[in-house]
Structures are given as C-alpha cells and as structure tokens.
C-alpha cells in the first residue's frame, strides 16, 4: 500500500464520500421513520442490515469503474503508471480505499443501529460474525468487479463485459430451465437445483453468505453456524482468489497500449459473444427437439439470432465484416446443441426422467387430478371439440404415505408407479393430454403446513386412470368427482351410483 496515493484518493474523492455517506445512512435508517419502534429489535436490526448489505454491494460495482478507468484512457494511464509508485502498490491502495468506503459505510451504519436497538437482541459475538462476513463479501466483491472490468480495453467495453459476465448465470439458469422443462419428463426442478447457474455466480453467493449469516446470527434460524451453506463461501472465495490472480496480470502487468483499443482478450468479447450465443443456441435446441412441428418456425429465430451474433461482433471489432471463423464458430455451435439436443430427447434426458427416488424424505405424496368425461372416467375431456358431445368431469385425491411404511402401501405404489412411467412414455411421443391433467409427485419433511418439499416431479401430460384403478384406490384413499351437475365434489362410490341410476 501507497499512503500518498491513499491520501491522494481520499483528497480527491472527498466531496463524493460525504455525500455518499450522508445519502448511506439516510436511506439505511429509513425503516426507524416507518414506525421502527412498532416492530422487534431483531426485526429491524434484519432490515437495516440488508440494506447496508444492498448498498455496499452496489458501491462494489461502481467503486472499480470509477476509480481503475485510469486505465482505459490514453491520456492518463501514462501519467498514473508513470507516477512514483509501483503498479502493484497502485492496485492495492485502490482496492483496499475501496474496501474501506464499502465495509466502513457498513459497519457505521450496523454498529450505530446495534447500539440504539440491538444490545438486548442479539449477542456481540454474532454481530461480529456479520461484520467478518459482510467484510469477506465486500472485499470478494470488489476483486471480482475489478478483474472483469479491467479484462477491457476501453470504459464502454469494461462496463459492457462487467455486466455480461454477471447476467450470464442468468441465461444458464433459462438454459437449464429449458432443458428440464423440454427434455425430461416431469420437470424434477427441485431433485436437480440449477446448481451451474448458482455457483458461477458471485452475486448470488454473496447474497447467501450475507442473507444465512444474518438469518442465523439476529433469528438463530440454523442450530449452529456450522449449518450455514460453507460452499458458497468457498466458492467465492475461490473467484475472488483468481480474480486477484487476474488483476495481477490485467493491471500489474499490463500493457499501456491497451488503452482504448479493441477489447480482443480471450476472456473479454470473444468469450462473451460466443458463451450467449451458443447458450441461446442451446435452448432453441432443446425447444425444437420436443416441439410436435420440429423445426417449424424456428428457421427465423436461427436467422435473428446470427444477426444479433453478427452486430455484437461488429460492435466488439467496430467495423462491419463478417469473417468466415465467426460465420463456421456459428455453424459448428448449430450442428453441436442440434446433436446434444437430439441425443438428449433419445435418451430421455441421459435417463433423468427415471432417475428419482420415493424416499428421500419422511414423506411420499401423489397429487392426481384430471379431467375426463362424466360417462367414463377413463377418457380424456377434450376441450378442444367444437361440439361437446359429454360432460365434464374433475376426478383428484390426494395421497400421502410415510416413508418408513411404503411396503405396507406397495400395491398403491406400484399402481401409481405404473401410472407415471405411463406418463413418461407419453411425453416422449409428444403426445399432449387436451385438458386439465396434473399428476404432482413429491417427498416431503411433514403431511401437513409448513411443508418443505423435495423430489419433485409435475407431469401434465398423461392417460387418466381407468375407473377400475380409481376404484382400487378409492378403497385405501378418497377420490372425489365433480362434475358440472354438482355444486361440490362427491366421493367416487357416490358418483358411480347416481350416475348407474341415471344410466
């Protein structure tokens, strides 16, 4: 550290810290205007610490871009760099000014709210646990921010790349999303957590390392801090150990030359257009292969995308060229996701629409609903016919059986089991239910609310249960029937007699 360039930023920056400051606390402490007193300490000790959290983790962001700009300009790098102090001494004293305005405007603000309303609400050693968290996100934060931005050559492109890089989890999300909604039977969102989109996230890690801590340390919602999820504290601690490593080289090491020129390194517009492109590429893959129509329309959609790829290559090389690289990189992602895509729907989704397990938890429940025809439950009801030619009817119950007693229940279950592998055949022939149809498999921490739920499987598209397996099961569980002849649901038994004597 330089402390003549740290006096120098403070004397520089001065005007700006005061009123940063000043606006800071002010939007902090908003919750004392809305009737602070009318909620718990703890309660509002929650909310005040998010929002010192919010802001700071916002001054992250804007800290690096307004303090290494510097850097993207042809007239100043030469003076900065050609100052009396070492590069590397340049980068820490401005990441350390930095941290300090970040996680001194926090901790100000947190402990000036701790005297006035948390002394009786929670202890000081876990105040102090916020603080070494929330100082461990700030600073994780800030190498992060730095490196990213630093990865361009010029202020447009670094805030360009800064923001791509941090939306990019975003679109791995809709890209898994897409994949277990199109490609595997049931939808198991919650048997396979976006996991890939969460950890190459910082700013979702962040989140949770300052959400949990705060949770745990005012509402002592874990048992202990051991519970607390320590992965996403080592996987940002990880980022932010090899964003150091990339300042090293992006800043360190840099080249003055790089000012204002085109931002060609690997890991700055190269990667990112061609990381969205084949993402996006990806999803139209997906889609295409468990649409009825195949290609249909899609054609279009392929072209709007290659031009949207052409134009973000003109704005990275600021001139209008296709090169054949880019145009064949193009063509070989299509061949690629079409092939992944394919493969994909042959095999079921690698075999994750049969990869669950029925006793994850303490509990297992079956949630069956389907419209059919009143004259036979067995039939779908069409809703698409013009002409009507039946009554509708709604047939549903709802089972749940403890995990510890599925034996006891194995007729059931394997009636049921049967049902949803009945109804994964029938997904992929891409043959759709037309009707209301939710046939909802889950394992679950109690039967009754609160419930917490795993293992979740959602198929919508299925042949409903014949009357004789309804029957069956209407011997072990209710099944209610409505139908439009009755202002409420009635039990199985009843709808088959009313309707034997109508018949």
């Known amino acids: 550290m330089n402390l003549n360039y740290f006096k120098y930023l403070i004397k520089s920056q001065k005007i700006a810290i005061l009123f940063f400051f000043v606006l800071y606390l002010g939007i902090s402490y908003t919750p004392f205007l809305d009737g602070g007193s009318a909620i718990t300490s703890s309660d509002l000790l929650e909310v005040i610490f998010t929002i010192a959290t919010v802001l700071s983790a916002m001054a992250?962001?804007?800290?690096?871009?307004?303090?290494?700009?510097f850097v993207h300009r042809k007239r100043s790098v030469d003076v900065y760099f050609s100052l009396p102090v070492s590069r590397k001494e340049l980068l820490i004293t401005t990441i350390l000014f930095s941290f300090l305005?970040?996680?001194?405007?926090f901790f100000i603000t947190s402990f000036i709210a701790y005297l006035l309303r948390g002394l009786a609400a929670i202890q000081f050693v876990d105040y102090l646990l916020v603080l070494c968290a929330n100082a461990f996100i700030f600073l994780s934060l800030l190498l992060i921010n730095s490196f990213l931005y630093l990865l361009a050559n010029n202020i447009f492109d670094g805030i360009v790349i800064l923001a791509a890089y941090y939306f990019l989890p975003i679109m791995l999300l809709i890209m898994t999303s897409t994949y277990l909604g199109q490609m595997v039977a049931g939808s198991p969102y919650g048997e396979y957590p976006?996991?890939?989109?969460?950890y190459t996230s910082p700013l979702y890690l962040a989140a949770m390392v300052s959400y949990r801590t705060i949770s745990y340390c005012i509402h002592h919602l874990h048992t202990t801090v051991?519970?607390?999820?320590?992965?996403?504290?080592?996987?940002?601690?990880?980022y932010a150990a090899l964003a150091g490593f990339g300042l090293y080289r992006h800043f360190v090491l840099r080249k003055t030359e790089?000012?204002?020129?085109?931002?060609?390194?690997?890991f700055a517009y190269p990667f990112i257009i061609n990381a969205y492109a084949f993402i996006v590429l990806m999803i139209f893959g997906f889609t295409i292969m468990s649409e009825k129509n195949?290609?249909?329309?899609f054609l279009i959609f392929y072209l709007i995308l290659f031009f949207i790829y052409f134009v973000a290559t003109f704005v990275y090389r600021r001139k209008i060229q296709i090169e054949l690289k880019s145009l064949l990189l193009f063509l070989v992602?299509?061949?690629?996701?079409?092939?992944?895509?394919?493969?994909?729907?042959k095999t079921r989704g690698f075999r994750m629409a049969y990869n669950y397990t029925l006793d994850k938890d303490k509990y297992l429940t079956y949630d069956y609903s389907a419209y059919v025809t009143a004259s036979n439950l067995s039939i779908p009801y069409n809703y698409y016919n013009e002409t009507p030619v039946d009554e509708v009817a709604n047939v549903y119950f709802s089972i749940t059986i403890p995990t510890d007693e599925l034996e006891k229940h194995k007729d059931i279950i394997d009636l049921l089991e049967k049902h949803r592998h009945e109804a994964i055949d029938l997904f992929y022939t891409k043959s759709m239910y037309q009707g209301g149809a939710h046939f909802y498999v889950y394992n679950s921490n109690s039967p009754t609310p609160p419930i917490i739920t795993s293992n979740q499987y959602t198929y919508y598209s299925f042949t409903p249960l014949t009357e004789a397996d309804l029957k069956k099961i209407d011997e072990y569980y209710p099944v209610m029937v409505w139908s439009e002849r009755y202002e409420d649901a009635i039990p199985l038994e009843k709808f088959l007699e009313e309707r034997g004597a109508k018949g």
Request: overall charge negative; hydrophobic content about 50%.
């Open 60 to 69: 992250s962001f804007a800290l690096p871009v307004l303090l290494f700009s």
């Open 101 to 105: 305005l970040c996680f001194g405007f």
């Open 194 to 198: 976006n996991y890939l989109s969460q």
């Open 226 to 238: 051991t519970e607390l999820n320590w992965t996403h504290v080592l996987f940002l601690g990880i």
């Open 258 to 266: 790089r000012a204002e020129q085109l931002s060609n390194n690997f």
């Open 294 to 297: 195949g290609w249909g329309g």
């Open 333 to 345: 992602g299509v061949c690629i996701t079409l092939a992944f895509s394919f493969l994909s729907w």
